[in-house]
């Protein structure tokens, strides 16, 4: 697999609505650990557009114990402000030490991505990586 790179990234506290939530600021390609609570979402500006795109979200083991059919919502879009919700198959969990990881794959990604975090349980993310087959 071949990691795919961002080139920015932000974090929207609150997100009310997922498809035009837009975020004020861009942070450079290093994202820190995270706590993420019910509706807030992460913007990805991707270096490129793959057909094919492998998502994986790192948590702390702790946190990592909730559904995982909608564990995020997955959004895309040519702006940071208009996505489309896609429909993917459901998330997969794998634990790896104190770490659970939640791995899906989507077509179709345009330059933006968005996850919303739609579950009540909060989490601590710890890395987001993309890559293709």
């Known amino acids: 697999m071949a990691d795919i790179g961002y080139t920015s990234w932000a974090f ?9 939530g837009e ?3 861009f942070n450079p390609p290093m994202i820190s650990t995270l706590a993420v609570d019910h509706k807030t979402s992460i913007v990805f500006e991707l270096a490129t557009s793959p057909t094919l795109l492998n998502i994986t979200v790192e948590c702390t ?9 909608s564990f995020f919502y997955v959004l895309t879009g040519t702006k940071a402000n208009q996505f489309t919700r896609l429909d993917h198959p459901d998330w997969e969990l794998h634990y790896d030490g ?7 794959t989507i077509q179709r990604s345009a330059q933006y991505l968005k996850l ?7 989490i601590i993310v710890s ?5 293709t087959s």
């Open 12 to 20: 929207l506290p609150e997100d009310a609505d997922p498809m035009t």
């Open 23 to 25: 975020p004020t600021t």
């Open 61 to 69: 083991a702790l946190t990592a114990e909730q559904p995982v059919d």
């Open 98 to 104: 104190i770490y659970g990881l939640f791995t899906t």
């Open 116 to 122: 919303h975090y739609n579950q009540r349980q909060n």
């Open 127 to 131: 890395k987001i990586g993309f890559s």
